[in-house]
């Protein structure tokens, strides 16, 4: 059962932003710290940006800088706004909650494909 969707990706040239959205249900947005992930072909998925229920967040070394994520509690809504792109930032990104497993699922994803 999917209960987490996101959305935003698509084609960037390098230096360009994205901005990834990611709506889950209500009961599940209200009680647990969100993440960003991502994967890029041939890796593992890792863990790019975290945002407490209070707002505080935390970033890989590898996007610092570049990369601020939000919530919006209203619309139980994590953003990743992405700046400075890289070829590297090219990857499926997915959003669950941190740590990611409490779900028991991933959604679909969403492509963010950096290139000139």
């Known amino acids: 059962q999917v209960q987490v969707v996101e959305s935003g990706g698509g084609l960037a040239q390098p230096g360009q932003s994205l901005r990834l959205s990611c709506t889950t249900s209500?009961?599940?947005?209200?009680?647990?710290?969100m993440g960003w992930y991502r994967q890029a072909p041939g890796k593992q998925r890792d863990w790019v940006a975290l945002?407490?229920?209070?707002?505080?967040?935390n970033y890989q070394d590898s996007v610092k800088g570049r990369f601020t994520i939000s919530r919006d509690n209203a619309k139980n809504t994590v953003y990743l706004q992405m700046n400075s792109l890289k070829p590297d930032d090219t990857a499926v990104y997915y959003c669950?909650?941190?740590?990611?497993?409490?779900?028991?699922?991933w959604g679909q994803g969403t492509q963010v494909t950096v290139s000139s």
């Open positions: 669950n909650t941190f740590p990611a497993g409490i779900l028991g699922s």
């Open positions: 209500r009961s599940i947005f209200s009680r647990y710290t």
């Open positions: 945002v407490l229920i209070g707002g505080v967040t």
